[in-house]
């Protein structure tokens, strides 16, 4: 059931269901908690609704972000009638992998993908839940193209503008899609 509101009004309910949290995971991280969004039913509609509609007819898979991530992909692929790939921290899959490494604003981690996930010729739509400084999204992104697949564009919840993360994008997402700017 997809929120029939304006965008504008859309926006400002998600944004009035993201909470801050000071100093966590690391001082001076200013965490975007989006447990309230998730437990409203009718922002959680919303929010999946509008990740999806610019992608329409457009996608064979979505490629999920652990975690917060296929907590938005899965919803996000039935409405687009597409199947999920997990993007997974490194040691979680139990199959052949390849993975790429990537720094955040507080460390670094890696991602991995089965090797047989997505191939040539897939169209592959990446979804998180948050865009910050954009190391996890473009290793997303850098991992899905190295399997084979074409990646459409990435969709998120969330945008942390001042962390830079769509200019580290630019040159490697066709098309990102965000819901919030903040």
Do not use: N, Q
Not at 150 to 178: C, D, F, K, N, Q
Request: charged letters at 20%; a negative charge; glycine letters at 10%.
């Amino acid at each position: 059931m997809a929120d029939r509101r304006s965008g504008e009004d859309l926006e400002a309910l998600l944004g009035s269901l993201v909470r801050d949290v000071v100093d966590y995971p690391a001082p001076g991280v200013v965490f975007k908690d989006i447990t309230p969004l998730m437990a409203d039913a009718r922002a959680l509609a919303g929010a999946v609704a509008a990740l999806a509609a610019p992608f329409a007819g457009r996608v064979d898979m979505v490629a999920a972000i652990e975690a917060r991530g296929f907590l938005l992909a899965a919803p996000v692929a039935v409405a687009l009638g597409a199947g999920v790939v997990p993007l997974r921290k490194l040691g979680k899959l139990p199959w052949s992998t390849m993975s790429e490494s990537y720094d955040l604003e507080y460390g670094s981690d890696s991602l991995e993908v089965h090797l047989d996930a997505v191939g040539e010729g897939d169209r592959v739509l990446v979804v998180d839940d948050i865009v910050a400084t954009g190391g996890t999204a473009r290793a997303a992104v850098d991992l899905v193209r190295r399997a084979g697949a074409s990646v459409v564009g990435l969709t998120a919840l969330l945008e942390i503008v001042a962390l830079g993360g769509r200019a580290r994008l630019a040159e490697a997402v066709p098309e990102l899609h965000v819901l919030i700017s903040v």
